[in-house]
């Protein structure tokens, strides 16, 4: 039984400490799902090290998963997000079955389903009337979809929300009621996440490669720092995260973020907005770098200067919002990590699921993003996006005649005054 | 203590008879919750502090019944858990949720900040052993929110389309309440659901054909004033909201040409009548037909959690929730008919954006718009020999 030997499973409760807890209940052990190929190779070494080895290597084959995405593009991106939220929420879906053993009650599994597709149709909906705009006017069923979106959509859900209600059965409410709850709760965790992260995407990948990949570092720093250095414990709920290991993953990600966006900000297909080309019908990610990503000297403060021995630095000053993005990752994205141990705790499991041999399900290792993906997306609406511009022209084409004459005006006196038009234009 | 984690596991599995009924409260909100409430009564007026006031009223009934759901489970533990101090961290942490999205209506960053710093609080208030009912709760504040909060901002969203907006839904939906009963009371006999045993089909078909008419009559009625047909604006120079404008097309009596078929019957060939009164034959239809539905999940709800009524606010009716049970979807359906149907953007919000972006995408946009108008007609072409 590997069981007791997990001491170095950083992330699920260890078992000692949950035996104290459950009073001598220990969880049901989990399925040796690790691949023959890798147990043959790691038989010689002791059951301790070989838990090691096989999370080690199937870090490494995630990370490298990570990088083949990236090279082949937008398109298949967005699809992986579309499987991963899938699969998260069916896992945090059969936790709730299996608390509640609510498999008898077939409606369910179909309605929680039938609710997913609604949400997703209702922001992939959304996402494709703003960014392919000029397609979707072309092509003539997909304009009469977008322009009673909302509609279709409610009414969907609606047809869901009558069907649960027709479906509630004498003496089971209460357990109803707690998968519908169930069900809601985690479609506005894990949909409207993975949404958020297509919406930053689009932004530029830049946008959604520098934020995972801070979480991630910081995950494997802190697990790194707490390894060599961990002596305070952090939180009672983790009793593995150590302060040491906090303190030293953040600073340790902030250098990480800086050097991974500098080298990231040289290449075009990184921090181009995704658009998509009307000639050639595809996707292009070509552009002319905005000022975020062009090269400016900046002066180092005296304090630093004398460590340092330059008088000027150049960067990108992407760079800085990197740090911004690093700090969040490492002092808040933790806290996704302590929620998912607290439910873990809560629900009496030991992992989400057995997806991924070694270290759990998708959720597991997820679970630290849950934050980060809304906290970019906020972040690029606040400080960096203004409006998108294709979507104001459409706006503008269904205004009525005076509305239009007037906000053309408006905008022209406007130009004017900024001196971008020859004042010699009629009012 | 491991026993009390398993009979709390057990109570959740077993049927709804053996659950112990939910008693209503001598008040045992924790103070917080009821501070902000007693401040919020007569001072505002206006209907956007009303929707405001029965949002919080409706949060906190809600919050109170999962609160005496939990104590109704009378574990031991569980009463020193509620005088203990702790209750309070996760009551400022479930507060914080409240008003970050509340804030949401204005100002995005503020709430994001401050939905950050309520789940944070809430993950560190997690105390040991009583994880899973911290977790109930979270999930029980974050549903409530969702239909609380966003229903209540679509509501206030219709009121600023013009308060006839907010005004025919809702009468609809409590003319369909009386009218249902009333038929149901004087004709009713084969059940409608099971779950609403006082509810018959003959209520529902003559509820549904009184709120069509009562609600054509009210539009009629209604669309005459200026005062509930123009969009709500907010007049910088006087700092007052005002409701002054021409009306719109909707609200303007044009003849409509009776189908021979009723022509026998009334005797006309034409009538005039408001284009909006066509709206509201199909906002009284849903109010009738899925409005119901509203009142079904309600009746599920304290079915399920064994209360009588969500509280005692209203003496003989029971809390806020319960009158307004049937409004639920209604607010949703008028904003999503009114998105589709009706409005298009708001032009003083495209303005405010046109203005924030670059100067070479104003540009772009500058002259895409002019070659638009000019398509249109609408400037004279004179122009595209300039610029």
């Avoid at chain 1, 009558?162 to 479906?167: E, I, T």
């Avoid at chain 1, 209460?174 to 709850?181: I, S």
């Avoid at chain 2, 112990?20 to 008040?27: K, R, Y």
């Avoid at chain 2, 906002?283 to 037909?289: D, E, I, Q, Y």
Wanted: aromatic residues 16%; charged residues 15%.
């Amino acid at each position: 039984e590997s069981e007791p030997e997990n001491k170095l499973d950083g992330e699920t409760a260890s078992d000692s400490e949950s035996k104290s807890e459950f009073g001598g209940v220990v969880p049901a052990p989990a399925v040796d799902d690790t691949p023959e190929v890798l147990n043959r190779a790691l038989s010689n070494l002791s059951s301790r090290w070989k838990n090691w080895w096989v999370r080690g290597i199937l870090t490494l084959a995630m990370i490298a998963f990570f990088f083949i995405i990236i090279y082949l593009g937008p398109m298949v991106l967005m699809m992986i997000v579309m499987c991963v939220q899938i699969k998260c929420f069916h896992e945090i879906i059969t936790i709730g079955y299996n608390v509640y053993h609510s498999y008898e009650l077939p409606w369910f599994r179909t309605l929680s389903w039938y609710f997913l597709l609604c949400v997703n149709y209702f922001f992939y909906g959304e996402t494709v009337t703003d960014y392919f705009f000029t397609l979707v006017q072309r092509e003539e069923p997909l304009r009469i979809l977008s322009k009673y979106h909302r509609f279709i959509s409610f009414a969907l859900y609606l047809t869901g929300f009558c069907m649960f209600v027709l479906s509630l059965v004498k003496k089971h409410y209460r357990l109803q009621f707690y998968m519908f709850g169930w069900t809601h709760v985690t479609l506005l965790i894990v949909v409207t996440q993975s949404h958020l992260i297509i919406h930053n995407l689009f932004e530029g990948m830049i946008w959604f490669i520098v934020p995972i990949s801070c979480v991630i570092c910081n995950d494997i720093m802190a697990y790194m720092f707490g390894f060599f250095f961990g002596r305070t414990p952090l939180i009672k709920l983790s009793p593995k995260k150590t302060w040491e290991g906090f303190i030293g993953g953040f600073f340790a990600t902030v250098v990480f973020g800086l050097l991974l966006s500098y080298v990231m900000s040289g290449y075009r297909c990184f921090i181009c907005p995704v658009e998509f080309n009307n000639d050639t019908n595809s996707f292009t990610v070509d552009c002319e770098p905005s000022e975020l990503f062009q090269l400016q000297e900046y002066n180092i403060p005296l304090v630093i200067q004398s460590v340092i021995g330059w008088k000027t630095v150049r960067m990108y000053p992407f760079q800085i919002h990197s740090i911004a993005l690093s700090t969040f990752a490492s002092l808040i994205g933790p806290f996704g990590g302590f929620f998912a141990s607290g439910f873990k705790r809560a629900f009496k499991i030991k992992d989400f699921a057995n997806t991924i041999p070694g270290h759990g399900g998708i959720m597991d290792r997820f679970d630290c993003q849950y934050l980060m993906a809304t906290f970019v997306n906020v972040y690029i609406a606040s400080f960096i996006r203004g409006p998108n511009p294709s979507r104001l022209i459409q706006q503008f084409l269904t205004l009525r005649p005076d509305q239009q004459l007037h906000i053309f005006n408006t905008l022209k006196a406007h130009l004017i005054d900024k001196g971008m038009l020859a004042s010699s234009e009629d009012a | 203590y491991s026993k009390i984690e398993e009979r709390f596991g057990e109570l959740d599995l077993k049927n709804d008879t053996d659950i112990p009924e939910v008693h209503q409260p001598t008040d045992r909100t924790p103070e917080i919750l009821r501070k902000p409430l007693s401040g919020l009564s007569y001072r505002y007026t206006k209907p956007k502090y009303l929707v405001y006031l029965i949002q919080v009223k409706c949060f906190h009934e809600i919050i109170t019944i999962g609160y005496r759901v939990y104590h109704s489970y009378d574990l031991p533990w569980f009463r020193t858990l509620s005088k203990n101090v702790k209750n309070y961290k996760y009551c400022i942490a479930r507060f914080c949720l409240f008003t970050a999205i509340r804030i949401t209506l204005h100002n995005m960053r503020m709430s994001f900040v401050l939905y950050c710093t309520g789940f944070c609080m809430f993950v560190l208030s997690l105390v040991k052993r009583h994880y899973r009912l911290q977790f109930y709760m979270f999930a029980w504040t974050h549903v409530t929110l969702l239909i609380t909060v966003t229903q209540s901002h679509l509501v206030i969203q219709n009121l600023f389309e013009g308060m006839i907006w907010f005004l025919v839904p809702i009468s609809s939906v409590i003319c369909n309440d009386i009218a249902a009963y009333i038929f149901g009371f004087f004709f009713g006999r084969t059940p409608l659901i099971k779950l609403s045993p006082k509810k018959t089909w003959e209520g529902f078909i003559g509820g549904f054909f009184i709120t069509v008419l009562f609600g054509f009559v009210f539009a009629y009625f209604l669309a005459q004033y200026q005062y509930f047909v123009c969009p709500v604006e907010y007049n910088s120079e006087t700092n007052q909201f005002a409701t002054e404008c021409e009306p719109s097309e909707l609200f303007q009596l044009q003849k409509y040409s009776i189908p021979s078929l009723l022509q026998a019957l009334l005797g006309r060939e034409t009538v005039t009548l408001y284009p909006f009164q066509m709206h509201s034959i199909a906002l009284s239809t849903f109010a009738s037909l899925i409005g119901p539905f509203g009142g079904f999940f309600a009746s599920g709800f304290k079915r399920a959690f064994k209360i009588k009524d969500f509280a005692d606010t209203i003496p003989g009716h029971g809390g806020i929730m319960d009158r307004f049970d049937c409004q639920y979807l209604m607010a949703t359906f008028v904003h999503v008919y009114i998105t589709s149907f009706i409005r298009g953007p708001n032009p003083s919000k495209l303005l405010k954006q046109l203005l924030v972006l670059q100067p070479e995408q104003q540009l772009n946009v500058y002259k895409a718009l002019k070659l638009h108008l000019i398509e249109k007609g609408l400037l004279p072409p004179s122009f595209s020999l300039r610029g």
